[in-house]
C-alpha cells in the first residue's frame, strides 16, 4: 500500500516543479502568437497604405495574413488550455463533486483528445517536413511563397496543445488523488484567489 507521507516529495516535486517547468512551452507559444499579432497588423496597415494612399497593392499581403492568422489559432491553443480559458459548456459537471469532475476531464482527454491530438501532431510535424524537404509552394497564390513555415506553425501549435493536454492529464490524475493539491476544473486562472 501506498504511504502518503512517502508520495508527498514526489507530488510536490510533479506539482510544484515539473508540471510548471512543462507549462512554459505552452507560455513560449504564447509569446510567440503575440509577435505575430504584431506582424499581422504591420502586414495589414502596410498593405491597406500601399493599396489606398499609393495605389500600389502587393501580391504578398494576402498570404502572409492568411498564414499568420491561420497559425496563431493553433499556436495560442497550448496557453488558452493551460490557463483554462477555452469555451466550455460545464453547467452540469461544474455541479459534480470535484474528483468527478477531474474524472471527468481526465477520461475526455486520455480517451478522445489526446488520441486525436497525437495522430494530427504526427500528421502536422510530417507535412511540415516534407514541404521543408520538397520545397513545396503555395500554388494557389501568385506569389507563391514556400509554405513550410506555415506548416511548421501549425505543427508547433498542435504539439504544444498535445503536449498541455498531457500536462494538464496528470494535474486530472492527482486532482482524483487529493482536489486540493489542482484548481479545479472549471476553474478559471483569473478566478483563482490572490
Not at 494612399?53 to 498564414?67: E, G, H, L, Q, S
Request: with cysteine.
Amino acid at each position: 500500500m501506498l504511504r502518503p507521507h512517502l508520495f508527498e516529495p514526489l507530488k510536490t516535486l510533479i506539482l510544484k516543479r515539473v508540471l510548471p517547468a512543462l507549462d512554459r512551452f505552452g507560455q513560449a507559444t504564447a509569446a510567440i502568437a503575440m509577435v505575430m499579432i504584431v506582424c499581422l497588423i504591420a502586414v495589414m496597415i502596410f498593405e491597406v497604405v500601399a493599396r489606398r494612399v499609393f495605389n500600389a497593392p502587393t501580391i504578398w499581403a494576402i498570404d502572409i495574413t492568411y498564414m499568420t492568422n491561420g497559425t496563431l489559432f493553433l499556436i495560442g491553443g497550448a496557453y488558452t488550455l493551460q490557463k483554462n480559458a477555452h469555451v466550455r459548456i460545464d453547467f452540469l459537471s461544474s455541479r459534480f463533486p470535484l474528483r468527478v469532475q477531474h474524472f471527468i476531464n481526465l477520461a475526455f482527454y486520455l480517451c478522445i483528445f489526446l488520441p486525436a491530438l497525437w495522430l494530427t501532431s504526427y500528421a502536422t510535424v510530417l507535412k511540415a517536413h516534407k514541404a521543408f524537404v520538397r520545397g513545396t509552394l503555395e500554388n494557389m497564390s501568385t506569389w507563391e511563397p514556400v509554405v513550410w513555415p506555415f506548416l511548421t506553425g501549425i505543427a508547433l501549435g498542435v504539439v504544444g496543445l498535445t503536449l498541455q493536454v498531457m500536462i494538464e492529464s496528470v494535474r486530472h490524475v492527482f486532482g482524483l488523488l487529493d482536489p486540493a493539491d489542482v484548481k479545479a476544473p472549471s476553474q478559471r486562472e483569473q478566478d483563482l484567489p490572490a
